[in-house]
């Protein structure tokens, strides 16, 4: 189970993270990425993190590469994504998912439909 959280407004170039706190499982041993859909936009891809053995590896959206960093904490079972010079058009709810940790999850991390469990959402409005 997941929950997101830390949504709200923020102005051109502010900054804001987002949480997201899972429940069950072995939250190292997953896939973790987060999602954003603005209003009749399709949902699409922003940030994962993947466990390769040797430490995680990150990947971002060509749109927030350099402002958002995305992480996890695994003694508190929580995904962050730290979100920087933010820009109107980073509106959107944000969703963070979670699919099990196999060589499926690792190649296509970055499509939404695989992912397993979703949290319900956190809405996020960039303007001044």
Known sequence: QLQAS???LVQPGGSLRLSCGASGGTFSSYV????R?????????????IWSGSGDRTYYADSVK???IISRDNTKNTLYLQ????????????????RRRTLDAITYYYMAKPYDYWGQGTELTVSS
């Open 6 to 8: 830390g949504g709200g």
């Open 32 to 35: 973790m990425g987060w999602f």
């Open 37 to 49: 859909q603005a209003l009749g936009k399709d949902r699409e891809f922003v940030a994962a993190i």
């Open 66 to 68: 350099g402002r958002f």
């Open 83 to 98: 979100m920087n010079s933010l820009k109107p058009e980073d509106s959107a709810v944000h969703y963070c998912a979670a």
